[in-house]
């Protein structure tokens, strides 16, 4: 520490607050193991059985946070990023901790080139009343 009087001042700044590096927040990581199906719309939710996520000591302020937000609505990789204020890639590593530790669980979208298109039913509905 310096003799300067400052001592950790250079952690915190007086407008934003403490600052913390994000891969110190993923402790170190920049990936995870469920990575691959977690794109930006991927849907975070919440497992039914999770009561009380900040009892957990193993589970970050972050982690928690994720929790408590995706607990009454789905939030997407992207909309938990903006919410928390991380970026997408420590989003992703926190959000693949949670599915190790089955607090949550993540769906994915179907793609619109995998949806059914609305007029091949109808053909479909209109061949089978002109039988």
Do not use: K
Request: aromatic fraction near 2%.
């Amino acid at each position: 520490m310096s003799g300067d009087g400052q001592g950790s001042s250079h952690w915190f700044d007086d407008e934003a607050g403490p600052v913390v590096r994000p891969y110190a927040v993923t402790r170190g990581r920049t990936s995870h193991g469920v990575q691959h199906r977690l794109d930006l719309i991927a849907v975070v939710v919440t497992e039914p059985h999770v009561d009380h996520p900040e009892a957990d000591p193993s589970l970050s302020p972050e982690h928690v946070d994720i929790v408590e937000l995706c607990r009454d609505t789905p939030q997407s990789v992207a909309e938990l990023a903006a919410e928390i204020d991380l970026p997408v890639g420590v989003v992703r590593v926190l959000v693949g901790d949670l599915v190790d530790e089955e607090l949550v669980h993540v769906s994915r979208p179907v793609p619109p080139a995998e949806l059914v298109d609305e007029s091949i039913l109808r053909d479909v509905i209109n061949g089978l009343r002109a039988l």
